[in-house]
């Protein structure tokens, strides 16, 4: 009854919204159009892991696929029953785990498998300020403290962005003007996901607090760093779209084993804080990038130095550069984290990659001292010699 009463009152605001369309244009709200054409049209009430197609994107291109080597005990364990009983009523996509380099488990379910491409949401933060260790390594950006104005002049106005550094964005304690939340139609990060021009909209807001003063999660820090990134690295010549350089740098390098995409708004830049889809063997790789500190296959793809950056925390006790921390749990990991339930999580301690994808994530749960270690316990379980 709930519900029926829920979809009313949703169908009742769909008909007032399209009734004010030429207002919401001309008032400058025309991405709640694109917004309900995208969510409430497709039987969505928020972005979801398939809506790629529904977006312009970047091919991000592989060559000579290396596919992950699986493990002798290779799915001899099954997932506890209670456990897959929630990942089914979750419409879970997958269920992985690499230990000691190699797919040690893995599961699909609600008609997901190996191939499928899912969007990251906001684990493509950690795959942005991954490109950002390489361009400084190359030099196409002077360190993690260069002033961003230095690429976004569009801030040497903004008394408090003036002073904001490349690695601030990254830590998420810029000081930049943001309110995260995904569920109302009026909130900027919904904006940022539906709008025309993400480097207008984002460039051309404010920054509100001094940076370095407090952490404050913000998906268009991020917009802003790939922003930065982009332009440091169209100067150099280096690249003309982060996908591509994605593609060179990792994606090639890393044999994935299939192209992947990222969502662009409607003037070609990638939205950096989130939408790279690809399956769930390329995020495993990604997570054991890290793990195994930049290194992949004896070729130093990101330097070591900067991936132990990126696990420390800095400002918090929970967030590295682009990367959620956990050293109180035991096993402490770090994590690429998103919408949804999106997770890679890396278990230093067994050498271990775990990563789950879906559509639902337990709605009562408190992520990093309960859904991450509930995985990581289930995949100790089934990696178990």
């Not at 605001?13 to 709200?29: D, E, K, M, R």
């Amino acid at each position: 009854m709930k519900m029926t009463i829920i979809k009313k009152l949703l169908i009742g605001l769909l008909i007032l919204i399209l009734a004010s369309v030429p207002l919401l244009y001309a008032t400058g709200y025309g991405f709640i159009i694109t917004t309900l054409q995208r969510t409430y049209m497709v039987g969505e009430v928020t972005a979801n892991i398939n809506d790629h197609v529904e977006f312009k994107t970047n091919v991000i291109a592989t060559s000579t696929p290396q596919e992950l080597v699986t493990h002798p005990s290779y799915n001899n364990k099954k997932l506890s029953s209670d456990f897959k009983q929630q990942l089914e009523d979750l419409n879970a996509a997958a269920f992985l785990v690499l230990k000691d380099d190699q797919i040690v488990f893995e599961e699909y379910f609600s008609g997901y498998d190996n191939r499928s491409k899912t969007n990251s949401f906001s684990m493509a933060k950690t795959v942005t300020t991954l490109l950002l260790g390489i361009a400084i390594e190359e030099g196409y950006v002077r360190d993690l403290d260069q002033p961003i104005v230095d690429f976004l002049p569009e801030f040497e106005d903004d008394p408090l962005g003036k002073t904001a550094t490349v690695r601030q964005l990254s830590l998420m304690n810029s000081g930049y003007e943001w309110d995260e939340q995904y569920y109302t139609p009026f909130s900027p990060t919904v904006q940022l996901y539906y709008g025309d021009d993400v480097s207008d909209f984002t460039l051309g807001r404010e920054f509100s607090a001094e940076p370095g003063s407090f952490w404050e999660y913000s998906s268009a820090s991020t917009e802003l760093l790939g922003i930065f990134l982009l332009r440091a690295l169209q100067k150099s010549g280096a690249a003309m779209t982060l996908s591509e350089y994605l593609s060179k740098k990792i994606w090639q390098p890393m044999g994935m084993n299939d192209d992947a995409l990222w969502h662009t708004d409607n003037q070609g830049m990638e939205l950096t804080y989130c939408c790279l889809n690809t399956n769930a063997r390329n995020y495993a790789k990604l997570g054991l990038l890290m793990l195994n500190k930049g290194n992949w296959n004896g070729q130093q793809l990101i330097p070591q130095a900067f991936i132990e950056q990126m696990v420390k925390p800095e400002g918090t006790s929970y967030y590295g550069l682009s990367t959620w921390l956990s050293d109180a749990q035991s096993p402490a990991f770090y994590a690429f984290n998103g919408h949804l339930g999106q997770f890679i999580i890396n278990v230093p301690e067994h050498n271990m990659v775990v990563v789950r994808l879906g559509e639902k994530m337990h709605p009562a749960s408190d992520v990093m001292t309960e859904t991450l270690p509930m995985l990581i316990n289930e995949a100790l379980k089934v990696s178990a010699d």
